[in-house]
């Protein structure tokens, strides 16, 4: 007989969102920076580029991890992460020996192959369950275009090709469902810096509702899910997060939330557009620019933004830097410097240049970005902190400390409340701190 369901965390209920489903509400007040909940991932698959640096297990980033004796390929803080995490890496071990280099599976593929084994293994609720189940996960199948089911059929095909030994497959009806559900509820784990450490279901975050005026924020603290209030939260107020980058504008943000999650958002930021006007300031001229050139120019630049979203690791570097240079020269001629348009190819400039070494020139690039950063995200935003931290820490190796200092230092201010003031994270910068 299946256990009844954990209870829900303190202060916190499940409840029927007025035209959003299901939703998660306060049943008490949460000041700035408290902490809401935890969850534990139910299922995390670490990045095969962070393979080394950070514990496949636990996330972890430490030097001198051991590696796996058998595949060589997943590294391990010591014995006790490795035996924890082996039910799920043995999935991956024999395959990975048996293709060595043409093991190339998808995180999204990865995850669902953890998420297979883990049903298996523990049918009944988990801890990572207290208020939403796996199973009960929404999968929109019926929203799915075409191009949509031929990638899920895609990634079917990989499962079955890179996994078999330890893995018991339902049928392919029951494989798009749980695809679909892990496209629309799955995480991506990020570091201080906003990079990619790998992917995970949290199925009690997923819960929450979007808003682009977000109360509450998700971090990440190795595999465990942390939610802190960055507003203050009274009782009976709906708790939401974001689901989305909030840097562009109205029409951009509805797009990916269509194209992804399949609603609109009805939240303030999106009824009033008030921020539309300063994230799309067009340069003042003497013979300003008509609003078809101002029309065209915005098509141009998101249809840029996609081709960069689909460039991975700066592959092309000499290529990325030129059309990044080319991109940002032509939409001058139109857009301000803080029109959130020219701010992405900036902020694409500038990772070229943190990828190459460039260290000035990531500097020139970080300098120019972060004020609009501030004004056009939220308060307490992950990208205005990261920004901070970036810059701090590129101030500090070109030897201004001074300015390296303030920059770390109005991170830390912010990262205190978004992770909390005992976060690993701020710990490390506070130590950088003082070695400098």
């Not at 902490?35 to 640096?53: D, H, I, K, N, T």
């Not at 079917?156 to 679909?180: R, T």
């Not at 959130?340 to 000035?360: I, K, P, R, S, T």
Request: hydrophobic fraction near 35%.
């Amino acid at each position: 007989m299946r256990p009844e369901a954990a209870p829900q965390p303190d202060g916190l209920e499940r409840f029927a969102s007025p035209g959003k489903g299901r939703g998660l509400r306060a049943r008490r007040r949460f000041g700035v920076g408290e902490l809401l909940f935890c969850c534990p991932a139910y299922a995390a698959v670490l990045a095969v580029s962070e393979r080394g640096s950070h514990c496949d297990g636990c996330f972890a980033r430490k030097e001198g991890l051991s590696k796996c004796g058998r595949c060589k390929q997943a590294f391990y803080c010591n014995v006790e992460c490795q035996k924890e995490d082996w039910p799920m890496h043995k999935l991956e071990c024999a395959s990975m020996c048996a293709f060595g280099q043409n093991w190339n599976p998808s995180e999204t593929v990865r995850l669902t192959a953890r998420i297979l084994a883990k049903q298996k293994t523990h049918p009944e609720r988990t801890q990572s369950e207290k208020l939403l189940a796996v199973k009960d996960f929404e999968s929109h199948i019926d929203k799915l275009d075409n191009e949509k089911r031929e990638l899920i059929q895609n990634d079917i095909a990989a499962l079955h090709h890179f996994y078999s030994k330890h893995l018991d497959y339902p049928d392919n009806a029951a494989l798009v469902v749980l695809f679909a559900q892990v496209n629309c509820n799955g995480f991506t784990i990020e570091d201080e810096e906003l990079s990619h450490l790998g992917s995970a279901i949290f199925p009690d975050v997923a819960l929450m509702n979007h808003s682009c005026c977000p109360n509450v924020i998700v971090t990440y603290k190795g595999t465990l899910a942390e939610v802190r209030a960055v507003k203050e939260i009274e009782p009976g107020d709906e708790i939401f997060s974001s689901y989305i980058d909030l840097l562009y504008p109205t029409e951009d943000r509805n797009d990916r939330l269509r194209d992804s999650y399949f609603f609109n958002c009805d939240c303030r930021e999106c009824t009033t557009k008030e921020k539309d006007k300063d994230k799309l300031k067009i340069c003042k001229l003497n013979d300003p620019p008509s609003a078809e050139t101002v029309k065209d120019m915005i098509k141009y630049a998101r249809n840029v933004i996609e081709e960069f979203r689909r460039a991975k690791h700066y592959k092309y570097i000499l290529c990325l830097t030129l059309t990044a240079l080319a991109c940002l020269d032509k939409m001058g001629a139109v857009f301000e410097d803080s029109n959130v348009y020219m701010l992405h190819m900036m902020y694409q400039a500038m990772g070229v240049c943190l990828y190459v070494q460039d260290w000035e020139g990531a500097l020139r690039y970080g300098q120019k970005i972060i004020r609009p950063y501030s004004k056009h995200y939220p308060s307490y935003s992950l990208n205005v902190a990261s920004m901070w931290l970036k810059l701090g820490r590129l101030y500090m190796a070109l030897d201004n400390r001074t300015a390296g200092v303030k920059a770390l230092k109005r991170a830390i201010g912010i990262m205190e409340v978004a992770h909390g003031k005992d976060h690993p994270y701020i710990s490390e910068i506070k130590k950088e701190l003082e070695d400098h």
